[in-house]
């Protein structure tokens, strides 16, 4: 019997503007609605996780981009609930440059959307600010223990 642990992977897209961050508020998803956050998708059978990204951007948003768009800046290695015993393995990217104008392309997933300033992260997702916060401060890889 193995006693292997798997944890399963998702992309989190910083879509930055100069100073200015997109972000959605979740509805209708069971998970942090309410909550402000980043464009966002776990990693599909047989993808690699820039795939996901410019696939959950252009699902989500409506923008395309370039894998040469992409900038992977922090993973962040999540435990849910209280006893850890769920995972995930979260990569962090930055995309500056994009094709079309974002907007809501999921409005059964989101309710609004909007550009917030990036040195104004209390409004979002916590472990979304964090890894922000981390990557701007030149961390790569940290741990964090989610709530949820």
């Given at each position: 019997m193995s006693n292997r642990f798997s944890a399963r992977v998702a992309v989190y897209i910083a879509l930055i503007d100069n100073d200015r961050l997109f972000v959605m508020r979740r509805a209708n998803t069971g998970y942090r609605d309410g909550?402000?956050?980043m464009p966002?998708?776990?990693v599909e059978s047989?993808?690699?996780p820039p795939e996901a990204a410019l696939r959950e951007l252009q699902e989500e948003?409506?923008?395309t981009?370039?894998?040469e768009d992409l900038d992977c800046i922090h993973t962040l290695y999540r435990q849910c609930g209280a006893s850890g015993a769920r995972a995930y393995v979260d990569y962090l990217f930055v995309c500056r440059r994009w094709t079309g104008a974002p907007v809501n392309a999921e409005p059964d997933k989101a309710d609004a959307c909007r550009w917030i300033d990036t040195s104004a992260l209390d409004?979002?997702?916590?472990f979304h600010a964090i890894m922000l916060a981390r990557a701007r401060?030149?961390?790569r890889f940290s741990v964090f223990r989610d709530r949820g």
């Open positions: 909550e402000w956050a966002a998708g776990h047989g993808e690699t948003t409506g923008v981009a370039k894998p409004d979002i997702v916590d401060d030149g961390e």
